[in-house]
RNA sequence: GCCCUCCUAGCUCAAUUGGCAGAGCAGCUGACUCUUAAUCAGCGGGUUGAAGGUUCGAGUCCUUCGGGGGGCACCA
């Protein structure tokens, strides 16, 4: 049976565990102070001669990922989520407690090594060991050790074991918080302050998804998940906090895709008395300060496309693209309904403006190699935006797409209360109303009546901009543990 | 939700037109104090995702179900 055979292997290590034991050892470790981190050891490598037989003493912990025996010594690759380096035990060096240890070693047990630093004789940078530690025992066999766990179930479902076995996604994750540390560290810089504002909304406004119903016990009440915090960080500009931002979980309750988690992190800044301008200087400024953080430059690939991030990036109006690419006069109605149909989008019954859009996304958005900022959208789809003072028909919003990829959004915010309340109850043609961000919020109308200051506000979806920037094709590779279906979950 | 596709040992993968389920790694036993995915000798490990069906015979063909990946739809 294969619960027997992977009992068996279980139960050979378990047995291992035993011996510990029976040294006197806790197999499950404990404290290890001021161990050095195996990249930081290896640096140090670096400035050494290969005859250096007695470098300094070093003390480092990690995963056994590698072992060859050669009866009284025994080489081990040990792995900490900086680097890996070899370390090479002797019984004679360590003594009968130590060669018991090692005799009781599996791969992906956790030990601490004390040991002077050198090269072997083939010049591999090498821990000669005077001491092992024994931090903790893995019971559970790990995987292939050339191939590394590449089911894609199961480095999502055991995002532990695809993290230790994997370099590359343990790299990617942790880049993934270095973009992170980028936004606060630019964000700071720019003279934000970082703010959290509620997750669970009596009304999910803000954007325009399905939201996820929860439901509070003590008050009786339905609450929606947040599709989005910006009506929250609006009212902050109206209580006097002139430049907030947010980076958090947003929540829609829509399909799966390479590009669509159900639960993503949403960055948002709102600048009082700034534009969309402003929102377009901040976006440089953030991807660059990643870019910085994550290396590799400007010039970057994904997916096997070739961008240029060299700001600044190309401006161009959603009118002149339309123009440009579906070939159509984007005022002529008639011609952008003929030339939606011609791309195979159901027209009757849709206003204008819903025709229009389709048409840019179906035509568009996937033409759009990027970075680009698309400005200067129609203003009926964009209820929360400020119109141009000389054309009331646009509306100062941009968003920033990336080889087809809609990076940010972003508005000049609209501040006119008595607007705000009309295009909350205005419901475009064609447009159910979850798929719509117009949804009566009296609470943010009400704020918006004690002035809110005019205002820039931008939102860019990391994990996409991560997905960019790391060169991975799925939103799940930059998550650390994407949404799967339970196994064997009955129904 | 629909379409395509995948699921074989702990892991990585084989298995000819339907014809005895295999290998490497990992594991176990032994040898080895400078190895590099160490090597050498030997040993164990399987309800081929699940349940039915067709067939003399199913890992392979059919049906249903479960899970994954990709696409469509929806969206960021």
């Not at 400035?47 to 300094?56: L, R």
């Not at 009757?348 to 859009?357: E, F, R």
Request: charged share 25%.
């Amino acid at each position: 049976m294969a619960e027997e055979a992977r009992e068996s292997l279980e139960s050979a290590r378990v047995e291992k565990l035993e011996r510990l034991k029976g040294l006197g050892l806790d197999p499950w470790g404990s404290r290890f102070d001021n161990h050095e981190a195996i990249g930081s050891v290896r640096a140090r490598g670096e400035g050494m001669q290969p005859e250096d037989a007695a470098g300094p003493t070093v003390r480092i912990a990690g995963r056994i990922m590698l072992r060859r025996g050669q009866g009284k010594v025994a080489f081990l690759e040990l792995r900490d989520w900086t680097e890996r380096i070899q370390v090479m035990v002797g019984k004679n060096q360590v003594g009968e407690q130590g060669w018991a240890i090692t005799d009781s070693l599996d791969l992906g047990d956790l030990i601490g090594i004390d040991g002077r630093l050198g090269h072997t004789r083939t010049g591999e940078l090498t821990v000669f060991a005077d001491r092992i530690t024994f931090l903790a025992k893995s019971v559970l066999p790990p995987p292939e050790k050339w191939h590394g766990l590449t089911d894609q179930e199961q480095r999502y479902r055991q995002r532990e074991v695809d993290l230790f076995s994997n370099p590359e996604s343990l790299q990617v994750l942790l880049g993934r918080s270095k973009v992170v540390s980028a936004f606060r560290r630019v964000m700071a810089s720019f003279g934000f302050v970082e703010v959290e504002t509620p997750t669970m909304q009596a009304i999910a406004g803000g954007a325009a998804a399905k939201p996820f119903i929860t439901h509070h016990n003590a008050l009786d009440i339905n609450l929606f998940l947040r599709i989005a915090p910006e009506l929250y960080l609006k009212r902050l500009l109206v209580g006097g906090m002139e430049r907030v931002f947010e980076i958090g979980r947003v929540y829609r309750n829509e399909g799966l895709s390479p590009r669509h988690n159900p639960e993503f992190t949403m960055f948002e800044a709102y600048q009082a008395y700034g534009d969309y301008h402003a929102m377009m200087d901040l976006t440089e400024a953030l991807v660059a300060g990643s870019i910085e953080a994550v290396g590799g430059g400007y010039q970057r690939s994904w997916c096997g496309a070739t961008m240029d991030f060299t700001p600044p990036w190309p401006r161009k109006t959603y009118h002149e693209l339309v123009a440009e690419h579906a070939g159509v006069d984007p005022h002529d109605a008639v011609a952008v309904a003929n030339r939606a149909r011609e791309a195979g989008i159901e027209t009757a019954g849709k206003d204008p403006v819903v025709v229009l859009s389709e048409l840019f996304e179906a035509v568009l958005e996937h033409a759009l190699a990027g970075p680009v900022f698309v400005i200067d959208y129609p203003a009926p789809l964009c209820p929360l935006t400020k119109r141009k003072a000389s054309n009331p028909d646009v509306a100062e919003r941009f968003e920033l797409y990336v080889k087809g990829v809609e990076l940010a959004n972003a508005y000049t915010e609209l501040n006119d209360p008595y607007l705000q309340e009309q295009l909350f109850r205005e419901q475009l043609a064609g447009l159910p109303p979850e798929e719509s961000m117009a949804k009566m919020d009296e609470e943010f109308v009400r704020a918006l009546k004690h002035a809110m200051p005019p205002a820039g506000g931008l939102g860019i979806g990391i994990d996409r901009l991560v997905m960019i920037l790391l060169d991975r094709a799925s939103i799940r590779d930059v998550i650390l543990f994407p949404l799967m279906r339970p196994k064997g979950a009955q129904q």
